[in-house]
């Protein structure tokens, strides 16, 4: 029997559709040309331009440490309640689940809207600390659910063993319980700070003055800077992000 | 064995929620000895086993181990090591890193634990595979890691939780062999759970039936098979027949005569001196019988009953005979000598006359609910439950 072409080519159009818009980014950032509408030949003049642009470098920079502050602490704090969820028997579970769950699917406005309103009513000052307790409060879902994977294959007699062969809390945690859940907390982890270093709509509402990201720049300078910048810039962030998550997904599979 | 009770558990009970597993249990263990525990699942041996390893606290009693209480002690803190069922081994180590976990936990001198581990390695004929990881290896090869993991701490009682049950059966009777082995060439307590009355027959210098979280009968493998102390051990081990019947009279202490509805009266040795009109259960082994054409000449103790062949089932180690009696349907075993040249084998439908030793019946109360369950299993039910395996004795 001759196999149906339909599947490919539907799979195939599906993937243009996908990805066309981002080549199309992607290739105009190496347009020599300062309008994306005309192609004028290949040219790294916009990457070189980057080297100079000092505010993208200080919203990287703020990017990066928010990233990685949000990214370890909801390590973390995602992997303690992926094993409070996994190991303790209550009635209580159900809704610690559907708590973790929530912020996975809830509308990011919603969460923007509302830790805004916190904030605001707390009042604390708008600014790099407050992107990053907003940061953690989201990531810690993520972290959480990627962990708990991990714990659903694993085998607990084995911590039993440790203790049967010596080993008090602190080792059967360092020795035995860290390093078989390591590939499911980096993973956790690196999914993390992918989702933290290009959220824009939680922190667009968090921010303060002088605490801009590295997505809200580009934001910005959609609207007055030059879109061929942007090209190159949104194509480093591209290969970083996806950089990330290619190891993640490396580090779960190894793991199975 | 001189050492009298090196391991005890005195009055040692586990709840969980409104589930008694383990209820009341005493036991003594002696110093040296391969002690089983055997039940079927649920009924307490893995909770008794876990609450020695330190996993489970009792609700009430104590456990002993060498003359000190070590009830409250963590795990880590008893000088006891566990086989589990699953191997347990750790899988990011490999079989040597695995085998000097707990020496190195110890912080022992590096050379030491080499030396130690080398030791082991050879033990369990593994010297060429230290470098491997655990998915690396086969099951019975985790289980000899397992083993020697565990051993090298040289643990006063070596805790065996079902380490048979997931291999295959050829890969069992091997290691069965090999923990026989092990258990004399190191010479130190085991406490072996199973719900596989083989490997416990085969093993055990004692074993204790455990049933509903409470101790049925502690024993020899002879004295359990043999002289069981409840119709649930008799059922439990190996195959046997059971009678409903009532104490009629009791003769001379030793002996009483009962009656079994459709039998004359049955002439049983009554250890427990049960008294008259109590029901019992006559139990009776499938080869403790006697089976032939012609009506034998009875001794004074023996019983005689005339049935007639339902089926002849031969499996070459024996003969299975199905025979009618009354309302039952009765097992019974036989083996041969010069099988082929016997030209009158006993065939289906005959009539046959099956006799048995007054000192073969055993009675037993017949009051508690598992009783009542074993009455409505069919006996043909209760020869398949317990299988053929029963060349245990």
Known sequence: ????????????????????????????????????????????????????????WYALKNSLIIAFGASFVSVLIGTAAAFALHRYA?????????????????PEILMGIGLLLFFVALGVNLGLFTIFLAHVTFCISYVAMVVLGRLQDFDFSIIEAAQDLGANWWTVTWRVLVPLLMPGIVAGGLLAFTLSIDDFVITFFV????????????????????????????????????TAVWFSQRLMEDAK | MANGEFLEFEDVSKYFGRIRAVDGVSLSVRKGEFFSLLGPSGCGKTTLLRILAGFER????????????ITALPPHERKVNTIFQSY??????????????GLRIEKRPKKEIAEEVERMLVLIQMEDQAEKYPDKISGGQKQRVAIARALIKKPQVLLLDEPLAALDLKLRQRMLMELDLIHDEVGITFLYVTHDQGEAMSLSDRIAVMNGGIIEQVGTP?????APRSSFVAAFIGDTNFFEGRVAEVVGGE?????????????????????????????????????????????????????????????GLMTRYWVRSGEYRISVARQHSRFLLD?????WDEDVWISWHADDGYMLERYSESDEKLVSLPPENIGEVNGEGNGAA
């Open chain 2, 58 to 69: 009792p609700d009430t009693g104590r456990v002993l181990l060498n003359g000190r209480d």
């Open chain 2, 255 to 315: 002996y009483s005569r009962l009656v079994i509805d459709g039998f004359p009266e049955v002439l049983c040795f009554n250890d427990k001196h049960i008294s008259v009109g109590n029901p019992v259960y006559l139990s009776i082994r499938p080869e403790k019988f006697h089976i032939s054409r012609e009506k034998p000449e009875t001794g004074n103790r023996h019983n005689v009953v005339q049935a007639r062949v339902e089926d002849v089932i031969y499996q």
């Open chain 1, 1 to 56: 029997m001759k196999r149906s072409r339909v599947p490919l080519v539907a799979t195939v159009a599906m993937l243009v559709f996908f990805y066309l818009p981002i080549m199309v980014l992607v290739i105009n950032s190496f347009n020599a040309s300062r309008f994306g509408s005309t192609w004028e030949g290949w040219s790294l003049r916009w990457y070189l331009r980057l080297l100079h642009e000092r505010e993208i």
């Open chain 2, 222 to 226: 002879g004295e359990i098979y043999e």
């Open chain 2, 343 to 347: 030209e009158t084998p006993i065939r």
């Open chain 1, 90 to 106: 209550s009635r209580l579970q159900k809704t610690h689940y559907a708590m973790i769950f929530a912020p996975l699917v809830m």
């Open chain 1, 207 to 242: 921010a303060g003055p002088g605490s801009t990201t590295l997505p809200i720049r580009i934001y910005s300078m959609i609207k007055h800077g030059s879109p061929p910048l942007i090209n190159a810039l949104s194509t480093i962030l591209l290969v970083v992000t996806f």
């Open chain 2, 88 to 101: 347990a081994l750790f899988p990011h180590l490999t079989v040597r890193e695995n085998i000097a976990f």
